[in-house]
């Protein structure tokens, strides 16, 4: 309640009324778009990170009534924020860890590492998750079949443009990630 009196005083301080988006708090998929690879479809979670190529990976604790199996990854948009659609108390954030994983944390715990990125805004304009980000798919595989998303970014040490996904055996295609409306059940958390 305090933050979001300190929010609305900042927006009146400011003279920019905050736009009600209301694609906030529906859920989505996000699916792979203008790919040079043939991938396409839904990315999903598993093990704090984002794939095409493994399944969903979530978890219905014994104790919560009526809890169903999800097999498909969705997200809901909040403040230019990303989380994954959960029941779980404190929600899942989705960011990008320091090394440009693609992540999300792990139920009862908002430890998001220093240095990360949380603007995943899905532009709606275009409903596409921020544009302006560098998502490529990576093969962690021999035969690429599975692959996981990873932002390039610039080290700011060196100047120099990162894909820690990328290990010289293995194939990157640059993604971009497009929102589609998820009318399916709400996972209760992702594992
Ligand atoms: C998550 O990925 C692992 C490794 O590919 C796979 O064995 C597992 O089945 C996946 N989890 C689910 C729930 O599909
Ligand atoms: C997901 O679950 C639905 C309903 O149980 C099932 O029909 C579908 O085949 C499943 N999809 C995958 C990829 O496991
Ligand atoms: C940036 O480059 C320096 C020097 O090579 C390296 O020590 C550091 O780990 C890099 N940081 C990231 C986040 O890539």
New binding site residues.
């Given amino acids: 309640m305090k933050f979001l009196a300190a929010l609305s005083l900042f927006s009146l301080a400011s003279a920019i009324p905050l736009k009600q988006r209301q694609s906030d708090d529906a859920p989505f998929t996000l699916n792979l778009r203008w790919s040079n690879s043939p991938l396409s479809g839904p990315i999903n979670a598993n093990g704090s990170q984002f794939w095409h190529g493994k ?1 969903t990976a979530s978890f219905c604790p014994e104790n919560i009534p009526g809890c169903k ?1 999800v ?2 990854t969705s997200f809901v948009g909040r403040d230019g924020q990303l989380f994954l659609n959960t029941g779980v108390p404190g929600g899942q954030q989705v960011y990008v860890s320091p090394t440009g994983l693609l992540t999300y944390t792990v139920p009862h715990s908002a430890n998001i590492p220093e240095g990360s990125l949380t603007d995943l805004e899905v532009f709606s304009t275009n409903n596409f998750i921020n544009p302006f980000l560098t998502f490529h798919l990576c093969s962690v595989d021999q035969e690429d079949t599975q692959w996981h998303l990873v932002l390039e970014y610039t080290n700011a040490t060196t100047g120099s443009i990162v894909n820690s996904g990328y290990t010289e055996n293995n194939a990157c295609t640059r993604v971009s990630l497009e929102a589609v409306p998820y009318e399916g059940d709400t996972a209760w958390e992702f594992s």
């Fill in positions: 399944d199996t097999n498909t």
